[in-house]
């Protein structure tokens, strides 16, 4: 079974639910996909998994371009919830996850014409 990482901001928290179980749907046996918040309530370190996984599946938006722009991070208590900073480095540094392993994703609203 390939390992997804889905990396989403909170804005994305419910349209990412969205697509990671309609996902699960059509191909359980194909794919585990996981988020942070599923890394962290493994007790799992977010860095390794991400290295270790098979694909990234980054969902693109105004808020998420802005942390990873800006090298901030979206928290929740004391947990890191999407890091820009960790993002960034990846894509400007891992030339093999640009390349191999990243896939983004832009969610819109559907129009009654689409």
């Not at 990671?20 to 996909?33: C, E, F, S, V």
């Amino acid at each position: 079974m390939k390992s997804v990482i889905v990396l989403n901001t909170e804005s994305e928290g419910s349209e990412a639910h969205t697509l990671k179980n309609y996902l699960r749907g059509r191909m359980p046996t194909l794919a585990d996909l996981r988020g942070i918040i599923d890394i962290l309530a493994e007790d799992l370190d977010f860095e390794k998994q991400f290295h270790r996984s098979d694909c990234v599946l980054l969902i693109g938006s105004h808020q998420a371009s802005s942390l990873i722009q800006n090298k901030q991070q979206e928290t929740e208590g004391d947990y890191i919830t999407f890091d820009g900073k960790f993002i960034h480095e990846q894509l400007t540094e891992n030339k093999e996850l640009v390349r191999d392993k990243l896939v983004m994703v832009f969610l819109t609203e559907r129009k009654e014409s689409d």
